[in-house]
């Protein structure tokens, strides 16, 4: 690919983007790449810019111009998103690269675009030879490759359960909160999208409930996140490692039945307010995008992925952890996928199509984020 970039970085002057433009300016030297930040206030961007120790070039693009997000797409190898929501601004974004042969990476836990962009260009994709990949965060790197190191040493030809259990302190920016609201909104009023992936006769079942878990010590809670649909796709297209027969369920952890009240009540109260529009309105004007914790309230900030697997004769377990999730720990897993595509672009391993982390990056991510600090094992 003769391109003038090998990122673009979109969406650089938000909340998450800024942390991940400050992480591809500390890694440009050692990884080589030729990159720059766009978005549409040439003012905010050269402020980020100012304070990078990397600077890299400025592309003006606004998700309402289509023109300039065709530009945009034709000037690099890979594309980086990070504007959202993505059930509102993304679609166009994916399309442009498409036609322009880009690749695209993008850091949504959104699952009604993530279906949506699978279901409508899949084939395109690989027909026009590009790679596109969602949730290459927080959303949804750890579950995915945590249920998928799992399945991998289970035996192939047994049914096997996979249980993903997510434990977190962290708290989430004004742009996660404004997405997880037009995302539970979509939910309720049924017009999310969904992807069908029929289900094995054989895989044993998995009941979504609240559940006390021995093994890990705490309750489970599921959630409605994009998690299992990665993971689910992810099965469906790796059978050679998953197996056939696969089931996952995925459960947020509480160490007390009293923090399960806690945090579910808000929730059910969310899925009946989030109907009416003054709610919303209220919502989204309280949790504005561009705001978040502080770098001191991040560093406290922890996670932890087990996934336990069980097939007939055999059991495994896998933890996938690190420091603040949505964040500090999203910039690494989003920049390090995009390094691991320039490798897989130059050693001609690339896979196109729509695709998830684990189809896309396999053991070349793991051991790049082994080496960034995050405990694979």
């Known amino acids: ?200 006769k054989d895989a044993p079942k998995m009941p979504l409930k609240i559940h006390y878990n021995k093994e890990i010590k705490g309750w489970g809670i599921p959630m409605p996140v994009v998690d299992p649909h990665i993971v689910k796709r992810s099965a469906h297209r790796l059978s050679d490692d998953f197996g056939v027969a696969v089931s996952y369920g995925q459960f947020f952890v509480r160490s007390s039945f009293g923090k399960v009240v806690k945090t579910v009540f808000p929730i059910v109260s969310a899925m009946f307010l989030v109907r009416f529009k003054s709610f919303r309105k209220k919502m989204f004007d309280k949790f504005k995008p561009g705001t978040g914790p502080s770098e001191a309230r991040r560093a406290q900030s922890k996670f932890e992925v087990i996934c336990i697997g069980k097939s007939t004769t055999t059991e495994a377990r896998t933890i996938f952890s690190g420091g603040d999730p949505g964040y500090n720990e999203t910039a690494k897993m989003f920049s390090q996928s995009a390094f691991t595509l320039l490798d897989l672009i130059k050693s001609k391993n690339i896979k196109y199509g729509v695709l998830t982390p684990v189809e896309a990056f396999g053991m070349d991510l793991v051991e790049r984020l082994r080496k960034e600090g995050i405990r694979i094992d």
């Open 1 to 200: 690919m003769d391109r003038q970039y090998d990122i673009i970085l979109f969406g650089a002057t938000g909340f998450t983007g800024a942390l991940v433009a400050k992480y591809l300016a500390d890694h440009a030297k050692i990884e080589h790449i030729s990159w720059a930040i766009a978005g549409r206030d040439s003012d905010k961007l050269n402020e980020i810019k100012s304070g990078l120790t990397t600077k890299p070039d400025i592309v003006i693009a606004d998700v309402k111009d289509a023109d300039s997000l065709n530009v945009m797409a034709s000037k690099c190898k890979i594309l980086m998103n990070t504007v959202g929501p993505f059930n509102w601004y993304g679609k166009n974004v994916v399309k442009a690269c498409i036609d322009h042969h880009t690749h695209y990476l993008d850091i949504t836990g959104e699952p009604s675009f993530v279906a949506d962009v699978y279901n409508s260009y899949f084939q395109e994709a690989e027909n026009q030879k590009s790679c596109i990949v969602n949730c290459c965060g927080f959303d949804s790197i750890p579950a995915d490759f945590a249920a998928w190191l799992t399945a991998k040493k289970l035996p192939k030809d047994e049914p096997k359960s996979l249980k993903g259990y997510i434990r977190t302190n962290a708290t989430f920016s004004g742009g996660t909160l404004t997405t997880a609201i037009q995302a539970l909104h979509m939910e309720v009023e049924k017009t999310s999208i969904k992807t069908k992936i029929k289900r094995h």
